[in-house]
């Protein structure tokens, strides 16, 4: 096992606090000066705006909430994944799930993702601190490195270049592998679980890592199949 695939979904915060604080920055544009009209504001188009920036704390690793962690430790086969609301339990049973690789072999796995670096490890590290869990060493190995350390393979950096983007969606396109999106996009994550359809989220991160693998094993030429001799 030298490497493994990760992908992670989250929500945004579920903490009363974190909302009353969020709620309690929100202010009305500039351009709204009488306080009447700044009262009608808070009255008419505050309630959306308070929505709306409690729903991106989703992509906040100090505030939002890790709802399914996807992996892959084989490289063939279903995906699995650890999923539910109660975040500090997804944290234990993912941690537990790495411990079947060898600790003598933690140091030298890589950890393949889409926008992994920047986004999945980082976020994933956080909710460990936050919720006062210790992360499993390939996390916290990986946690401090760039998009292109070796303790990572970050499918979006390699491709793109570093400090450039592209969607998996748009990666599998170009390397006609089968968009794994459906249904379901990352923008809808959060609604999904809010109106119970969870299981639907795991089967969309499932998606997701079986593209990334397929993605790794074409960028890093995996299979002989794809290799072209040159004259």
């Known amino acids: 096992m030298n ?6 979904e989250t929500i945004a915060t579920q903490r009363m606090d974190v909302m009353d604080y969020i709620a309690a920055t929100v202010k009305p544009p500039a351009t709204y000066k009488k306080p009447d ?5 808070h009255k008419e188009q505050g309630p959306a705006a308070i929505e709306e920036a409690v729903a991106k704390t989703g992509l906040d690793g100090a505030f939002g909430q890790v ?125 999904a679980v809010k109106d119970g359809r969870l299981l639907e989220v795991v089967e969309y991160c499932k998606r997701d890592i079986k593209a990334t693998r397929e993605v790794y094993r074409r960028m890093t030429f995996k299979d002989a199949d794809q290799m072209r001799l040159v004259a």
């Not at 490497?3 to 992670?8: G, S």
């Not at 009209?37 to 504001?41: L, N």
């Not at 499918?155 to 170009?174: H, V």
């Open 67 to 191: 709802c399914v962690i996807g992996y892959d430790l084989h490289d063939t086969g279903e995906p699995d994944a650890v999923y539910g609301l109660d975040e500090s339990d997804v944290l234990m049973r993912f941690n537990a799930a790495l411990d079947v690789i060898p600790r003598a072999m933690h140091s030298a796995v890589t950890v393949v993702g889409h926008n992994v670096a920047a986004f999945d490890i980082r976020f994933l590290f956080q909710r460990y601190v936050v919720n006062g869990i210790r992360p499993h060493s390939i996390i916290s190995h990986a946690a401090g490195a760039k998009s292109w350390d070796a303790r990572v393979y970050d499918t979006m950096t390699q491709f793109a270049g570093y400090g450039n983007r592209i969607s998996l969606d748009k990666l599998c396109l170009a390397l006609s592998i089968p968009s794994p999106k459906g249904d379901m996009d990352g923008s809808m994550v959060n609604q």
């Open 37 to 41: 009209s700044i009262a009608e504001w």
């Open 3 to 8: 490497h493994i695939v990760i992908d992670i």
